[in-house]
């Protein structure tokens, strides 16, 4: 039974629950929104590390490095539209 | 030396899965495109219904935990191939797809309050925006649903090979990488929009 449900996983789950409440706790206390955003930010990032290591194995591949370097690109091409567009149109460049 | 996992045996298997990956690095640029032009026009309301407005706490809790709990459940699918626990597989990837049903059964009732409240794809900059970003995330998981069905038919019939482990493993890796998309649109569009 206990193989079913192995440890790292579980605790995976746990951390994701965790890290989820946490950013909810933002939305029922009264924090200033910009700490409030900076919560969001690390939760949010977090979060995804976790699934990326946990669950999707990503450590595991024998093509470790070829993942990284393509995750690596597409996350340097996501920051770059999100923060360029609004550094551009939104942060009155 | 570890023995490989019955999903990456062969170097067909291999590349299935890298293929993936590479896939899904093009999923991460068009939702990074899709939050640009959200975040860009979130204060855009014009006279429609705001975020703050229309946004319910109660349902968007009840997506988050559904998703987060099916990306644990597609995670054990996962660990019944390496045991080959044929029940376990079939058990955990039902309780995965009906927590995706769920999610999706409240998505789409809230979609359909919004409409019944005025906001609609053509009722502002931020509601159309905020709808396609919504929306593709959706049709992921709609198509996510109609996937994990083909997976369990075909796992049934045959059940756990190198074919089915080497699909089933591909599927969690989309069904992730949708969790870790909801995660950003839970935290920037829902969280951000409430507070804000």
Same mark, same amino acid.
């Given at each position: 039974?206990?193989?079913?449900?192995?440890?790292?996983?579980?605790?995976?789950? =746990?951390?994701?629950?965790?890290?989820?409440?946490?950013?909810?706790?933002?939305?029922?206390?009264?924090?200033?929104?910009?700490?409030?955003?900076?919560?969001?930010?690390?939760?949010?990032?977090?979060?995804?590390?976790?699934?990326?290591?946990?669950?999707?194995?990503?450590? +595991?591949?024998?093509? !470790?490095?070829?993942?990284?370097?393509?995750?690596?690109? @597409? =996350?340097?091409?996501?920051?770059?539209?999100?923060?360029?567009?609004?550094?551009?149109?939104?942060?009155? $460049? | 030396?570890?023995? !490989?996992?019955?999903?990456?045996?062969?170097?067909?298997?291999?590349?299935?899965?890298?293929?993936?990956?590479?896939? &899904?690095?093009? +999923?991460? @640029?068009?939702? /990074?495109? &899709?939050?640009?032009?959200?975040?860009?026009?979130?204060?855009?309301?014009?006279?429609?219904?705001?975020? !703050? +407005?229309?946004?319910?706490?109660?349902?968007?809790?009840?997506?988050?935990?559904?998703?987060?709990?099916?990306?644990?459940?597609?995670?054990?699918?996962?660990?019944?191939? !390496?045991?080959?626990?044929?029940?376990?597989?079939?058990?955990?990837?039902?309780?995965?797809?009906?927590?995706?049903?769920?999610?999706? /059964?409240?998505?789409?009732?809230?979609?359909?309050?919004?409409?019944?409240?005025? @906001?609609?794809?053509?009722?502002?900059?931020?509601?159309?925006? &905020?709808?396609?970003?919504?929306?593709?995330?959706?049709?992921?998981?709609?198509?996510?649903?109609?996937?994990?069905?083909?997976?369990?038919?075909?796992?049934?019939? +045959?059940?756990?090979?190198?074919?089915?482990?080497?699909?089933?493993?591909?599927?969690?890796?989309?069904?992730?990488?949708?969790?870790?998309? $909801?995660?950003?649109?839970?935290?920037?569009?829902?969280?951000?929009?409430?507070?804000?």
């Amino acid at each position: 039974m206990s193989a079913l449900f192995p440890k790292q996983q579980v605790v995976g789950f =746990i951390q994701s629950l965790v890290l989820t409440i946490i950013a909810l706790s933002v939305y029922f206390l009264d924090i200033p929104y910009r700490i409030s955003l900076i919560i969001l930010i690390v939760t949010a990032l977090l979060q995804g590390g976790l699934q990326l290591i946990v669950f999707m194995h990503m450590g +595991e591949n024998e093509d !470790k490095s070829v993942l990284y370097l393509n995750l690596g690109y @597409a =996350i340097f091409v996501a920051v770059t539209i999100v923060f360029g567009t609004l550094w551009t149109l939104l942060w009155g $460049w | 030396m570890k023995s !490989k996992p019955l999903y990456s045996l062969g170097e067909e298997s291999s590349n299935r899965i890298l293929g993936f990956w590479l896939f &899904l690095g093009a +999923e991460i @640029a068009l939702f /990074g495109t &899709l939050f640009a032009v959200y975040l860009t026009l979130a204060n855009n309301t014009g006279s429609a219904p705001t975020q !703050k +407005e229309l946004f319910e706490m109660n349902g968007v809790m009840i997506e988050t935990f559904a998703l987060l709990t099916s990306s644990f459940t597609i995670g054990l699918v996962v660990n019944a191939i !390496k045991l080959n626990h044929k029940k376990a597989f079939m058990s955990f990837l039902i309780i995965t797809l009906a927590l995706g049903a769920i999610f999706l /059964g409240v998505e789409i009732t809230e979609f359909f309050t919004y409409v019944h409240e005025g @906001a609609t794809l053509q009722s502002s900059g931020a509601l159309s925006s &905020l709808f396609v970003l919504l929306g593709t995330h959706g049709a992921h998981v709609t198509f996510g649903m109609f996937w994990g069905i083909a997976i369990l038919i075909q796992t049934y019939r +045959e059940g756990i090979t190198e074919t089915t482990a080497n699909k089933t493993f591909i599927y969690s890796l989309y069904w992730h990488f949708l969790d870790v998309v $909801w995660i950003f649109i839970f935290s920037f569009v829902y969280v951000k929009g409430l507070i804000g």
